[in-house]
């Protein structure tokens, strides 16, 4: 890249192309200020530019190959997301489908309300469905394993047709497309795959007796088949022994963060009506609660934000920083957070976890409220199903309950005088 490229950048709203040196473009993307949006891939020191290393390793990798780019202004930011999704829709840019396919993890989902209920592969879970996941590998595999012994229907169109298809003659289905099976004989083999599904061990066992039995009547071929299952399902295995783990992964991708978040600290303040005003500050460390690294603060301030800029700034005067804060909030509590840390030199990541209202209604008992995740730039909105999204409101309803806890006491040794 040449820093030439990056002079005289707009301001403004837009749209950016990034090509690597064989003019195959690499990347699109759209920004709301083109100028700090571009410049936040790279590290400009002297004449040297390199990529930021505050960024994720994948996004480093394609800084490291960004050879020029082009820049399209546009007259508002919905202007610049539009011509965004056209562009990837009709360009495919290579690292646009690699990040989208890594931002989140496999499920295998089933629709039980179904007759004839059918495995799924998702890249979310479904709503009014049973779900399993996220699998940060071998789901495909693990699907393939359990369809291997259970004779379930392999996709939705195997249902709309009237002739049994190919998975019958392969022995794999038992063909309800044309009435060779009842909806009541159906069901225990629906009952026999969630079992495997929830017990891997077991789904291992018939994986190596099934590999025993080919090998031993010379059909390596498809032995080979189900070692490779075998292998795939032990090291989702080893892998889901620790489910934190898997999620803190997949929090990862998510958030787009250069490392794992190990150690996580969330705060969160407590009033009423401007009294006895508080904060807490939890840690989650290593799958584990940290209980003698918790901290209350007293606040001084008037309202919630300036009490979160007391409680945020009192932390960070004590160093030591972790990889992760959470704070309860929505941007605006973000932006603040990043400041904070900025100005004591630390490299920390920053979300925020906030309720909104889902619709008009929410607000007057009639609707639903979700909780929508923020850093300084992006929205996640996951579903109420997510494990990413369970994970953080864990975190969130802890530092709620030690704050509150705080207030109360507070409250009540004024109270008793």
Same mark, same amino acid.
């Given at each position: 890249?040449?820093?030439?490229?990056?002079?005289?950048?707009? =301001?403004?709203?837009?749209?950016?192309?990034?090509?690597?040196?064989?003019?195959?473009?690499?990347?699109?993307?759209? =920004?709301?200020?083109?100028?700090?949006?571009?410049?936040?891939?790279?590290?400009?020191?002297?004449? +040297?530019?390199?990529?930021?290393?505050?960024?994720?390793?994948?996004?480093?990798?394609?800084?490291?190959?960004?050879?020029?780019?082009?820049?399209?202004?546009?007259?508002?930011?919905?202007?610049?997301?539009?011509?965004?999704?056209?562009?990837?829709?009709?360009? +495919?840019?290579?690292?646009?489908?690699?990040?989208?396919?890594?931002?989140?993890?496999?499920?295998?989902?089933?629709?039980?309300?179904?007759?004839?209920?059918?495995?799924?592969?998702?890249?979310?879970?479904?709503?009014?469905?049973?779900?399993?996941?996220?699998?940060?590998?071998?789901?495909?595999?693990?699907?393939?394993?359990?369809?291997?012994?259970?004779?379930?229907?392999?996709?939705?169109?195997?249902?709309?047709?009237?002739?049994?298809?190919?998975?019958?003659?392969?022995?794999?289905?038992?063909?309800?497309?044309?009435?060779?099976?009842?909806?009541?004989?159906?069901?225990?083999?629906?009952?026999?795959?969630?079992?495997?599904?929830?017990?891997?061990?077991?789904?291992?066992?018939?994986?190596?007796?099934?590999?025993?039995?080919?090998?031993?009547?010379?059909?390596?071929?498809?032995?080979?088949?189900?070692?490779?299952?075998? +292998?795939?399902?032990?090291?989702?295995?080893?892998?889901?022994?620790?489910?934190?783990?898997?999620?803190?992964?997949?929090? +990862?991708?998510?958030?787009?963060?250069?490392?794992?978040?190990?150690?996580?600290?969330?705060?969160?303040?407590?009033?009423?009506?401007?009294?006895?005003?508080?904060?807490?500050?939890?840690?989650?460390?290593?799958?584990?609660?940290?209980?003698?690294?918790?901290?209350?603060?007293?606040?001084?301030?008037?309202?919630?934000?300036?009490?979160?800029?007391?409680?945020?700034?009192?932390?960070?005067?004590?160093?030591?920083?972790?990889?992760?804060?959470?704070?309860?909030?929505?941007?605006?509590?973000?932006?603040?957070?990043?400041?904070?840390?900025?100005?004591?030199?630390?490299?920390?990541?920053?979300?925020?976890?906030?309720?909104?209202?889902?619709?008009?209604?929410?607000?007057?008992?009639?609707?639903?409220?979700?909780?929508?995740?923020?850093?300084?730039?992006?929205?996640?909105?996951?579903?109420?199903?997510?494990?990413?999204?369970?994970?953080?409101?864990?975190?969130?309803?802890?530092?709620?309950?030690?704050?509150?806890?705080?207030?109360?006491?507070?409250?009540?040794?004024?109270?008793?005088?």
């Amino acid at each position: 890249m040449d820093r030439k490229a990056l002079e005289n950048l707009p =301001a403004t709203s837009g749209v950016y192309l990034y090509f690597d040196s064989k003019d195959r473009l690499l990347y699109v993307g759209k =920004a709301k200020n083109l100028q700090k949006r571009i410049l936040s891939y790279f590290k400009i020191q002297d004449s +040297q530019i390199a990529p930021n290393p505050k960024n994720s390793v994948r996004i480093q990798r394609m800084a490291s190959q960004i050879a020029y780019l082009q820049v399209q202004t546009t007259n508002s930011e919905e202007e610049a997301l539009l011509l965004e999704n056209k562009l990837i829709k009709t360009k +495919q840019p290579k690292y646009n489908i690699l990040l989208k396919d890594s931002k989140t993890y496999p499920y295998i989902c089933i629709d039980l309300s179904k007759p004839y209920p059918i495995l799924e592969r998702t890249r979310a879970p479904l709503e009014g469905h049973k779900c399993f996941g996220p699998f940060s590998l071998a789901s495909l595999e693990l699907l393939e394993s359990v369809q291997a012994f259970i004779p379930l229907v392999q996709s939705k169109g195997c249902l709309r047709g009237k002739k049994p298809c190919i998975f019958h003659q392969m022995g794999r289905c038992f063909a309800p497309c044309a009435g060779k099976i009842s909806t009541q004989d159906y069901a225990p083999l629906v009952q026999e795959a969630l079992n495997l599904l929830n017990n891997k061990e077991k789904l291992c066992a018939r994986l190596q007796e099934r590999m025993r039995v080919l090998a031993t009547q010379e059909r390596f071929e498809e032995a080979a088949v189900f070692r490779d299952y075998l +292998q795939a399902v032990q090291t989702l295995l080893k892998r889901t022994e620790r489910p934190e783990v898997q999620i803190i992964l997949a929090l +990862q991708e998510l958030l787009e963060l250069k490392n794992p978040p190990k150690r996580i600290e969330v705060f969160d303040v407590s009033h009423h009506a401007q009294s006895a005003c508080v904060g807490g500050m939890v840690v989650w460390l290593g799958g584990k609660w940290v209980k003698n690294a918790y901290r209350r603060y007293t606040l001084q301030g008037k309202d919630e934000y300036s009490q979160m800029q007391e409680m945020l700034e009192r932390r960070a005067k004590q160093g030591k920083f972790p990889d992760l804060w959470l704070i309860d909030g929505g941007r605006a509590q973000a932006l603040l957070a990043t400041q904070i840390l900025e100005s004591f030199g630390a490299s920390v990541a920053v979300i925020a976890l906030a309720k909104e209202k889902a619709n008009k209604r929410a607000k007057r008992g009639g609707g639903d409220v979700a909780d929508v995740i923020y850093n300084t730039s992006q929205t996640w909105h996951l579903e109420a199903q997510d494990v990413r999204l369970q994970f953080l409101q864990k975190l969130r309803d802890e530092a709620h309950r030690f704050a509150l806890a705080y207030h109360r006491l507070k409250k009540r040794k004024a109270f008793l005088g």
